[in-house]
């Protein structure tokens, strides 16, 4: 036979093969859908490379994806991370359904990469959180996008906004926190966004906006504003917020799955939201500093009852690990109680001491103290136990020192507008002044402490103290607070040759 004829009869019965073949993989993979033997389906929109793969490898994408998965499992217990990535982006572009590799891949990029990175100066993070990024990005744009119903994918997400991003395990955390902080400023202006201007855009900015949280960072407007209802009102610039979020949105979706769900699979992401909402209590407050280009954090304490109301539906729903949730709640309530009496919200402190002594009325709740029940405290009693001091040991130097604390940090938060915080700091330092009088009675006089007045002046001078005091933009908001005149402007020395004078040394006991 002449060997062109040959080749292209070779030719044809290739295609003929190769048609064939496609028509038995559709009615094999009709059959395996109508039986539920496989949670393969079309990809949709899907990349030409990926659109190749999974048609011209057929059933051979499973076999190559286990040896490549195979390959990438022992370079994991190689730590050779670099190398393990791309075979993993080999395997996602296989087997675009297979989750396990989604969550490798993007953990491997935000904890095992990320941390062989350093700061490139003091504070700064950039390549180390170019890769946790990057694992976020990973899950939520890819492997969301062809698993939209998959739990595990949306718990592993809403868990890096929560522990990569939120807690403070990394040394980088401050500098993630800044950066996304950054990001979101340009979606959500101010702590509370009107959520309706997202839905129905009327200005160009909100347009661009609303393009910005759909388009790069996959966010519904709608299922937002509903989630802020329920759960906030929440910081959207930090990231427990964005972990409540996709814990939710996972919650939701897998109502649309059509397989059956492991209901431990929901309950992790429920986890995921009362944990969030814990922090977001007790850091979801974001407070601006003057003069420096940087944030501080502060408790959002709006969000107590719902926080409350999270732990108590968790409880209901998670049977086996119920006792562990209540010393989570239990843990809560004696916070959310102590950052209420900071903050001079002393009716709302005492409602919720009322709560605790109700639920847990057998439990102690100042730590090394097994008298401390909630029947033998006052909330001014427990309050003042939380400054951790030992009073009972009665150290004049140490009670000095933790009112001098207690009234530095309220000048601060006066500073900063958190006039509440600054007046219940206030309050709380009296209190541990009183307290520790009553247990020296009849020692006034060896141990006794100078007047509140006294210790609050000594505080407000050195805090004022143009030296070694705030800032001077802190400093003039608290004269003007504070009722005090403007600074005087410090007068300039004339010249001299003289050296400069020193202070004797004595022993003489201050005036008094």
Not at 158 to 170: E, P, R, S, Y
């Amino acid at each position: 036979m002449n060997p062109r004829v040959k080749r292209l009869l070779l030719l044809a019965l290739a295609a003929a093969l190769l048609s064939g073949v496609s028509q038995v993989q559709r009615s094999l993979n009709r059959d395996r859908d109508r039986l539920g033997l496989t949670r393969v389906e079309p990809l949709k929109n899907a990349p030409p490379v990926l659109a190749f793969t999974t048609v011209a490898l057929g059933g051979f994408r499973g076999l190559i994806s286990n040896l490549l998965w195979i390959r990438a499992s022992d370079l994991q217990d190689e730590d050779k991370f670099f190398e393990m990535q791309q075979l993993a982006d080999w395997i996602t572009k296989l087997e675009p359904h297979y989750v396990q590799v989604w969550l490798v891949q993007a953990w491997n990029m935000a904890y095992n990469i990320s941390v062989k990175f350093k700061e490139t100066e003091f504070g700064q993070y950039p390549d180390r959180w170019r890769w946790v990024r990057a694992g976020i990005v990973l899950l939520r744009d890819e492997g969301l996008r062809y698993n939209p119903y998959e739990p595990l994918l949306y718990r592993e997400l809403a868990w890096f906004f929560q522990h990569k991003m939120g807690a403070n395990l990394d040394d980088a955390h401050n500098y993630y926190k800044m950066k996304w902080y950054l990001e979101m400023a340009e979606v959500f202006k101010t702590a509370r966004p009107n959520f309706d201007e997202f839905i129905q855009p009327t200005t160009e900015d909100a347009l661009r906006r609303l393009n910005l949280l759909t388009n790069t960072y996959k966010m519904d407007p709608v299922f937002l504003k509903a989630v802020d209802e329920r759960y906030g009102p929440l910081e959207w610039r930090l990231p427990e917020a964005h972990a409540i979020y996709w814990a939710a949105r996972g919650l939701e979706m897998a109502k649309l799955n059509e397989r059956k769900i492991d209901p431990e699979e929901l309950i992790k992401l429920r986890r995921v939201i009362y944990q969030s909402m814990q922090l977001a209590f007790q850091r979801g407050k974001v407070i601006p500093l003057i003069g420096v280009n940087g944030i501080d954090l502060g408790p959002n304490l709006d969000l107590i009852p719902k926080v409350n109301a999270a732990y108590e539906q968790a409880m209901e729903e998670d049977v086996p690990n119920r006792e562990h949730i209540k010393t989570g709640h239990r843990n809560f309530v004696k916070d959310a109680i102590y950052f209420l009496f900071t903050h001079n919200r002393m009716r709302d402190a005492a409602q919720w001491y009322r709560y605790l002594a109700e639920r847990y009325p057998d439990k102690t709740i100042l730590d090394g103290d097994p008298k401390s029940f909630p029947r033998n405290l006052t909330l001014d009693e427990y309050c003042v136990g939380r400054v951790q001091v030992d009073i009972e040991e009665t150290d004049r130097n140490r009670i000095k020192q933790t009112l001098e604390g207690m009234l530095v940090t309220s000048f601060r938060s006066l500073a900063l507008g958190e006039d509440e915080e600054a007046a219940g700091l206030l309050v709380l330092a009296q209190r541990v002044r009183e307290l520790y009088l009553s247990k020296i009675a009849g020692r006034e006089m060896a141990i006794g402490l100078p007047t509140f007045e006294e210790i609050y002046n000594e505080v407000r001078n050195a805090i004022l103290d143009p030296e070694e005091g705030l800032p001077k933009e802190y400093r003039d908001i608290l004269r003007t607070k504070l009722g005090m005149p403007p600074e005087a402007a410090a007068p300039v020395a004339p010249p001299t040759n003289a050296p400069p004078a020193t202070t004797s040394a004595t022993n003489a006991p201050p005036a008094r």
